[in-house]
Nanobody
Framework: QVQLVESGGGLVQAGGSLRLSCAAS????????MGWYRQAPGKQRELVAT???????NYADSVKGRFTISRDNAKHTLYLQMNSLKPEDTAVYYC??????????????WGKGTLVTVSS
């Protein structure tokens, strides 16, 4: 079994910064794509940013130039540096990963989320 645990959320004023982390643990052989998604109250979950094991990244237009996704493959950890935060960034942020288990099965996992609240 694999667990994804997010951390780093909190309350911040508009214009501020936060750094989210997502630590993967369990029976991991390797991790392919990892990503951050978010869900604001009353809205559907949306993609924020993704990162492949090879280092390619992709961002939602709404966060380009403000957010940076990175990962430490040795530590099975994903990060999201969020700068110039806006009230519309308020959401629960979820980590997602495609994980090869030690039994060489590929499965997709979600974390439970971390709340980011940006005040105006």
């Amino acid at each position: 079994q694999v667990q994804l645990v997010e951390s780093g959320g909190g309350l911040v004023q508009a214009g501020g910064s936060l750094r989210l982390s997502c630590a993967a643990s369990g029976s991991i052989f390797s991790i392919n794509a990892m990503g951050w998604y978010r869900q604001a109250p009353g809205k559907q979950r949306e993609l924020v940013a993704t990162s492949t094991s090879g280092g390619s990244t992709n961002y939602a237009d709404s966060v380009k130039g403000r957010f940076t996704i990175s990962r430490d493959n040795a530590k099975h950890t994903l990060y999201l540096q969020m700068n110039s935060l806006k009230p519309e960034d308020t959401a629960v942020y979820y980590c997602n990963a495609d994980v090869w288990s030690s039994r060489l099965t590929l499965m997709n996992y979600w974390g439970k989320g971390t709340l980011v609240t940006v005040s105006s």
